[in-house]
């Protein structure tokens, strides 16, 4: 059974400032061995637009500008810096990357296994729950979350 989740009906251009936290961890599979790996991230001066169809998060944090737009059962993520990535996470959906980082371009592949978006009127979060397969037999199994809340 689906757990059913908040989801506030976008209306077409209304925008706030919003506080974005996110966090990213992985389990690194390599060679036999796993090791894990946790990053974070804040920004206090975010974008939270309600586009046709989602809501879309704005933000820059000490390592990367993203665009982050969600819908009910989808989320796609554009980050540019020194690791520049665009992705589409939907459930049981793979997609063939490719992973600019630090001035190498790495193909993976992604495989999403699943999505949840809850969105109230004060903020809301993203999950997501994948796994990357790089060209040289690295795995990856992440867990991923973005949270905001917005600003009075």
């Not at 925008?15 to 991230?41: I, K, L, N, P």
């Not at 796609?76 to 980082?101: I, N």
């Not at 809301?124 to 809340?149: K, M, N, P």
């Amino acid at each position: 059974m689906k757990a059913v989740s908040a989801w506030l009906e976008p209306q077409e251009g209304v925008s706030w400032g919003c506080h974005v936290t996110w966090r990213r961890r992985a389990r690194v599979r390599e060679g036999g061995r796993a090791r894990y790996q946790t990053t974070r991230g804040e920004a206090k001066d975010a974008r939270w637009l309600q586009t046709k169809g989602g809501h879309l998060l704005s933000f820059q944090d000490g390592e990367a500008m993203y665009a982050v737009r969600m819908e009910r059962d989808r989320v796609l993520m554009v980050r540019r810096g020194e690791v520049s990535l665009t992705q589409v996470f939907a459930a049981g959906k793979s997609q063939d990357l490719v992973l600019r980082a630090y001035g190498k371009e790495l193909p993976v592949r992604a495989e999403t296994r699943s999505v949840q978006v809850s969105v109230g009127e004060a903020g809301g979060r993203a999950h997501v729950i994948f796994d990357l397969i790089y060209a040289d037999d690295v795995e990856q199994s992440v867990d991923l979350v973005f949270q905001w809340v917005r600003r009075s």
